[in-house]
């Protein structure tokens, strides 16, 4: 049985004072970064994903980076895909800090949320949260002062942006699939006389003719 003389899971004042030491340490050690909420624009219900993601909102808040060494993660690899890059990083949040400066602004963001988005402005780098661990500091005197965010650097699968910074709203129309297709050295590709792309158009549609049922079989309707 433990001392009856010591409290050190309900001593309110001391869980206090710990929260109110770490919050000032994350202000004076840590960044200011931006939180950028994701919003499910089109929510697919029968795979519970969403095909469209929207980041309207971005909070200015100050984090403690834990990785201070290097990434950690996978780092970057070429696998059977492409060139990949897998650089995590760790952020500390103070929890009394995100209640003031982003619960009392948004009555559903009671926690951070992987999906949401964390930019640096600093490292000029957009990452995206994969895992909010709720015991990164487990239970000094009873309570939990902060949120451990690992997050992956973010990769743009048409999401849209309109929070606000210039820096980040200026990443969709960078890497959208239409102003993709509309750059001039790809219309310039597609337009070269040098090509065969019409000759194989003209070659395969004589292969397959598509005004039968089954345009396999050879037979007719």
Do not use: H
Request: with cysteine; aromatic share 14%; hydrophobic share 35%.
């Amino acid at each position: 049985m433990t001392n009856l003389y010591f409290n050190n899971q309900n001593n309110y004042p001391e869980q206090d004072l710990i929260e109110s030491l770490v919050t000032e340490t994350i202000s004076i050690y840590g960044w200011d970064v931006y939180y950028c909420p994701r919003v499910i624009a089109n929510k697919d219900e029968i795979y519970s994903e969403d095909t469209l993601s929207t980041y309207d909102t971005a909070y200015t808040l100050d984090m403690y980076i834990r990785s201070y060494d290097a990434y950690e993660g996978d780092g970057t690899f070429l696998s059977k895909f492409n060139l990949e890059i897998r650089d995590q990083i760790t952020f500390v949040v103070s929890r009394r800090m995100y209640g003031s400066e982003i619960s009392t602004q948004d009555a559903a963001l009671t926690r951070p949320r992987e999906g949401d988005l964390i930019y640096v402005s600093q490292m000029n780098r957009l990452f995206v949260i994969k895992y909010v661990n709720n015991q990164a500091i487990f239970y000094q005197m009873g309570a939990l002062q902060v949120w451990d965010l690992v997050c992956e650097v973010f990769e743009y699968s048409n999401e849209r942006f309109s929070t606000g910074i210039p820096e980040i709203d200026a990443i969709e129309p960078r890497y959208s699939v239409s102003n993709v297709f509309a750059n001039t050295a790809y219309e310039q590709a597609m337009n070269d006389v040098f090509a065969t792309n019409q000759e194989f158009q003209e070659a395969g549609a004589g292969v397959i003719d598509f005004s039968q049922i089954d345009p396999f079989s050879g037979g007719t309707v």
